[in-house]
């Protein structure tokens, strides 16, 4: 038996969060969360197991979803990357080359088909 991957939702609002938490748990991953940019460094910089980050754009905290993407890029080159947002524009969006963009509110067929995709 193989070991779930790990995908680290990055999300402030509760039932956001608790959403995308449920559609990661129903693709088979493990989902761990975190309410901002800050925690969500923390949570990498203390981890080597996670495979993908689903995170807002739009959150508190010193980073937005945007700047912690490019960071993750940067730092954690292996790690998907999946952004969503309710308030940004796709067009307006530069991601990394293997990174997905949703808006919200996704339909959950298009976030599962993502995060099956992305952790295949």
Known sequence: MTA???VLIVEDDPLHQMMAGNLVDECGLAAICAG?????????ESRDDISLVLTDVEMPGSMDGLM???L????WPPIQLIVVSGNVLRENVDLPPRGRFINKPYPPHELVYALKLLTL
């Open 4 to 6: 779930r991957k790990n």
């Open 36 to 44: 901002n940019a800050d925690q969500a460094l923390t949570i990498l």
């Open 68 to 70: 912690l993407v490019a």
């Open 72 to 75: 993750i890029h940067r730092r």
